[in-house]
């Protein structure tokens, strides 16, 4: 059973010295010179909050509205093709909250001051239920079941409640900053697409393009696309054959963490994000977020 199986169980001393290293001020300082240059605007978030999802729609919407096809076709990022009067988006996870602990993140997003930040969150309910199948089925970076993840201290719900605590005290560091909720991308796609757009600085999008857009990002477009490409490390590349818990796109459920966590497991997840998650965000231990300010 090697080290690298179980990354989030026992890392490797170097994995240890390069998560505190990246805490250090000059290493922000360093990114924060950087930023502005790498992107007009990054989408940012935890793993497994709908990041792949948003992306696919973002990427047919810029190339519907300005005509060039091929912006549907690759990863918002470093290879994103250049072309004169569309936003240049950096999609990422922010600095890999999914592998450290709660100590190991840091507080201090200053690198993004003069940015323009697209946050994507999921209920953490969800979300930590989605990276458990992501771990265990796709990475292969722990062993054990659902519940020891849960209160697992690495990688897992604490490292999650302290990457939202510090967004939410840090989102006024960024020059703008758009907070967009996986549920509200359930309720109403098409309007938080607009939301979106309008961000990015997209004038008058067409409804059509809108509509394709959404429809291109449908869960059963994304998973039949899924389904048939091979396991080859792109963002859609299938799991293990047989086993629809390995997808990335898993089944898109809200509130589906019901169906994987003991009553005792949502009792401590219900009382911690009550007590100690900024309201900022909606949640709480109600099924349903409360509608944003």
């Known amino acids: 059973m090697s080290n690298d199986r179980l990354l989030l169980q026992d890392p490797p001393l170097g994995f240890l010295i390069g998560n505190r290293f990246e805490l250090l001020p000059p290493v922000t300082w ?27 729609m973002m990427g047919q919407m810029l190339a519907l509205h300005h005509g060039h096809p091929e912006l549907a076709r690759v990863e918002l990022g470093a290879r994103m093709p250049r072309f004169e009067g569309v936003p240049r988006i950096l999609a990422k996870h922010d600095g890999m909250p999914q592998k450290k602990t709660a100590a190991e993140i840091n507080p201090d997003r200053s690198e993004f001051a003069g940015c323009r930040v697209i946050l994507l969150v999921r209920d953490l309910r969800d ?23 849960l209160h697992w201290p690495r990688g897992s719900f604490e490292g999650m409640l302290r990457y939202y605590n ?8 960024p020059r703008d900053f758009l907070l967009v909720r996986y549920e ?5 796609t098409a309007r938080e697409m607009r939301r979106v757009a309008a961000f990015l600085g ?28 091979p396991a080859d490390g792109t963002p859609l590349a299938a799991g293990r054959e047989g086993d629809p818990e390995s997808f990335k796109t898993r089944r898109g459920k809200i509130g589906g963490y019901v169906d994987y966590l003991s009553a005792d497991d949502v009792a401590w ?23 944003l300010a």
Do not use: C
Not at 269 to 288: K, W
């Open 166 to 173: 510090v967004w939410a005290d840090q989102r006024r560091v």
């Open 269 to 291: 997840l219900n009382g911690r994000i009550d007590a100690e998650l900024d309201p900022f965000y909606g949640y709480s231990s109600a099924a349903m977020p409360r509608p």
């Open 202 to 229: 997209l004038a008058s999008v067409a409804d059509e393009t809108i509509r394709a857009s959404v429809e291109h990002g449908s869960f059963g477009s994304m998973k039949k696309r899924e389904a048939t490409r």
């Open 184 to 188: 509200d991308l359930h309720a109403d």
């Open 127 to 149: 979300a930590v239920v989605s990276n458990y199948f992501q771990v265990t089925r796709r990475e292969h970076r722990f062993e054990g079941d659902i519940s020891t993840y």
């Open 30 to 56: 360093v990114r924060r010179l950087r930023r502005p240059r790498q992107a007009d605007v990054f989408l940012l978030s935890y793993p497994k909050t709908g990041r792949t999802w948003l992306r696919v």
